[in-house]
T-cell receptor, first 114, second 113 residues
Framework: AQSVAQPEDQVNVAEGNPLTVKCTYSVSGNPYLFWYVQYPNRGLQFLLKYITGDNLVKGSYGFEAEFNKSQTSFHLKKPSALVSDSALYFCAVRDWGSARQLTFGSGTQLTVLP | EAGVTQSPTHLIKTRGQQATLRCSPISGHTSVYWYQQALGLGLQFLLWYDEGEERNRGNFPPRFSGRQFPNYSSELNVNALELEDSALYLC????????????FGPGTRLTVL
């Protein structure tokens, strides 16, 4: 079975400060990991993914995420937050050995304060 | 290139009725996925169709069903609606076998009164 946990329902950060949105996962094999963002009344937009290779993954809009196998984490980061980054962020995992669908976390609402 | 489209945008039904939601994938995509996003529950995987066949389903009762047409568009049907079915239903599509590259539509907001 595969699962994802996003321990924070809400993250607030001041504009210009670094942001981190946390994600931990559980799979029986090797993971494929993803971050998506959802703006109000919109569908999900892909941000970045980890399949294999470099543990630091760079994605859209200046976001990056670090895969940490020992801590089973895939935290989303950005060096300098923008007010326009305010949205709902979802982490997702797929166990490449056994699963065909993504399992999503419960989401983290990021609010960047001006 | 057009993205994934879904219709209707909003749907209001009463308990016990049936709802039909539609999804058109990106041109060239043969796989369609359905997700339910209920308040406070994140995204829950519902169904996966590929090449007209149901390939997998999530932990939902049989009154959630669907189909995929020869043009790869898809319908999600929810029978005997219950209040807790109120949610945003998201459709995603991908190239066949490319489970890691799912593109999402804007969703259909279903409200059950």
């Amino acid at each position: 079975a595969q699962s994802v946990a996003q321990p924070e329902d809400q993250v607030n950060v001041a504009e210009g400060n670094p942001l981190t949105v946390k994600c931990t996962y559980s799979v029986s094999g090797n993971p494929y990991l993803f971050w998506y963002v959802q703006y109000p009344n919109r569908g999900l937009q892909f941000l970045l993914k980890y399949i294999t290779g470099d543990n630091l993954v760079k994605g859209s809009y200046g976001f990056e995420a670090e895969f940490n196998k020992s801590q089973t984490s895939f935290h989303l980061k950005k060096p300098s937050a923008l007010v326009s980054d305010s949205a709902l962020y979802f982490c997702a995992v797929r166990d490449w050995g056994s699963a065909r669908q993504l399992t999503f976390g419960s989401g983290t609402q990021l609010t960047v304060l001006p | 290139e057009a993205g994934v489209t879904q219709s209707p945008t909003h749907l209001i039904k009463t308990r016990g009725q049936q709802a039909t939601l539609r999804c058109s994938p990106i041109s060239g995509h043969t796989s369609v996925y359905w997700y339910q996003q209920a308040l406070g529950l994140g995204l829950q995987f519902l169904l996966w169709y590929d090449e007209g066949e149901e390939r997998n389903r999530g932990n939902f009762p049989p009154r959630f069903s669907g189909r995929q047409f020869p043009n790869y568009s898809s319908e999600l049907n929810v029978n005997a609606l219950e209040l807790e079915d109120s949610a945003l239903y998201l459709c995603a599509s991908s190239l066949r076998g490319n489970y890691n590259e799912q593109f999402f539509g804007p969703g259909t907001r279903l409200t059950v009164l």
